[in-house]
């Protein structure tokens, strides 16, 4: 096995086990789409429940989803990683119904510490929000056994 599909196997290991223990994806039906090691994909349908007093998708919805993008992007080499500091600028109103894909792409990757961004992207392909996020890695790993050991 090639050292790049073992590095494929392992960040979709962590993305299952992740995934299982991730209470708050599941609970807003925000799916794992792909994962890559440094890279991963999600999406949320926004329903009425998710609306602001003017009507648009509130924006903690959003950073939601970009963030949990941001997790797994970063905990997808198997070493345990959390968020150290974060940014997000929301370019555009989000309504009921419209279908966001936050995709999270790893920038750099220096010890511990990583930094990376994500975009997030309406049905239409229309940029909604960026967002900027800084990991530090801490002690441990998601998958106990990783994959080809």
Known sequence: MTAHKKSQELAEAVGREMYAKDRTSQFL?????EI?????SMTLRVTEDMVNGHGMCHGGFIFTLADSAFAYSCNSHNHNAVASGCTIEFLAPVHIGDMLTAVADERALAGRSGIYDIDVRNQDGK????????????????VKSPIGE
């Open 36 to 40: 890559r090691p440094g890279h991963a």
């Open 29 to 33: 039906r925000i799916a794992l789409d």
């Open 127 to 142: 940029l909604i929000a960026v967002f900027r996020g800084k990991s530090h890695r801490i002690q441990g790993e998601t």
